[in-house]
């Protein structure tokens, strides 16, 4: 296992995969299901590494479906987080999908505590609310993300956001900091119910994750199919939740 994760930093996919493949098949042979979950979704990452994003998903799912089954929430955040970043990833980039992952990721991260993968979600949906040119947004979620990592003493990651809020300010332009006065004083918004999707979304898609992990978001994941929810209204339906 730790010879594929090197072989996939050093992005010989070839070797990685191919350590992967056997680790699946001995976790098969021990019935060791969850295992065989863990290291389908690294190899749908070393997929993803490649620039192989049907393949990625595939595996990816893999670990997504199980966990389901199980009930297990932190692993849903995890296989949430590697399935939307692969849709982030492609090119072009499927941000409606990433969306609907990152929101999921950001609802089972919320709810169970796990701040490490919070912040990776507010980041996710920061990044790409700011590729859809929603600053408001975008910013709204980065702040939230510096909270996340002043609360769990992360450098890095308030590096990182810090960056992140800078490139929104960057595309707004040169007068979108001063002119606008909603962002001011970012800290104060945290409260908006901006960081609860599940608000946000219409009535009919509130219920993700409720019933260890059932609902509309979570079976639309699974199914990989629309079943009618138009995302592309999810951040407008968010920021109409805010209230300045």
């Known amino acids: 296992m730790i010879v594929a994760l090197h072989s996939r930093a050093s992005a010989d996919f070839g070797t990685a995969k191919e350590y992967l493949r056997e680790a699946i098949a001995i976790a098969e042979r021990l019935e060791d299901p969850v295992a065989v979950a863990d290291r389908h979704g690294d190899l749908g990452t070393t ?33 949430c987080f590697n399935i939307g970043f692969t849709h982030y990833s492609m090119s072009p980039p499927d941000y409606d999908m990433a969306l609907v992952y990152h929101a999921i990721h950001l609802e089972l991260s919320d709810r169970i505590g796990y701040l490490a993968m919070k912040s990776r979600a507010l980041n996710c949906l920061g ?89 509309h978001l979570l079976q639309l994941a699974v199914t990989g199919g629309r079943n009618g929810l138009d995302v592309s209204r999810f951040h407008h339906q968010r920021k109409a939740k805010c209230h300045f």
């Open 47 to 79: 997929f993803r590494s490649e620039g192989r994003f049907t393949d990625a998903l595939t595996h990816q799912k893999q670990q997504f479906v199980f966990a389901k089954q199980r009930g297990d929430q932190a692993a849903l955040v995890v296989s």
């Open 127 to 215: 990044k790409i609310y700011t590729a859809l040119k929603d600053n408001e947004a975008a910013i709204l979620l980065l702040v939230e993300c510096l909270e996340v990592h002043s609360q769990t003493g992360n450098p890095r990651g308030l590096g990182i956001a810090y960056g992140n809020i800078g490139t929104v300010y960057r595309a707004m332009g040169p007068d979108g900091h001063a002119t606008d006065r909603r962002h001011s004083c970012p800290l104060q918004h945290f409260q908006c119910g901006y960081h609860q999707p599940h608000r946000c979304l219409p009535d009919r898609d509130r219920s993700v994750s409720r019933g260890n992990g059932q609902g």
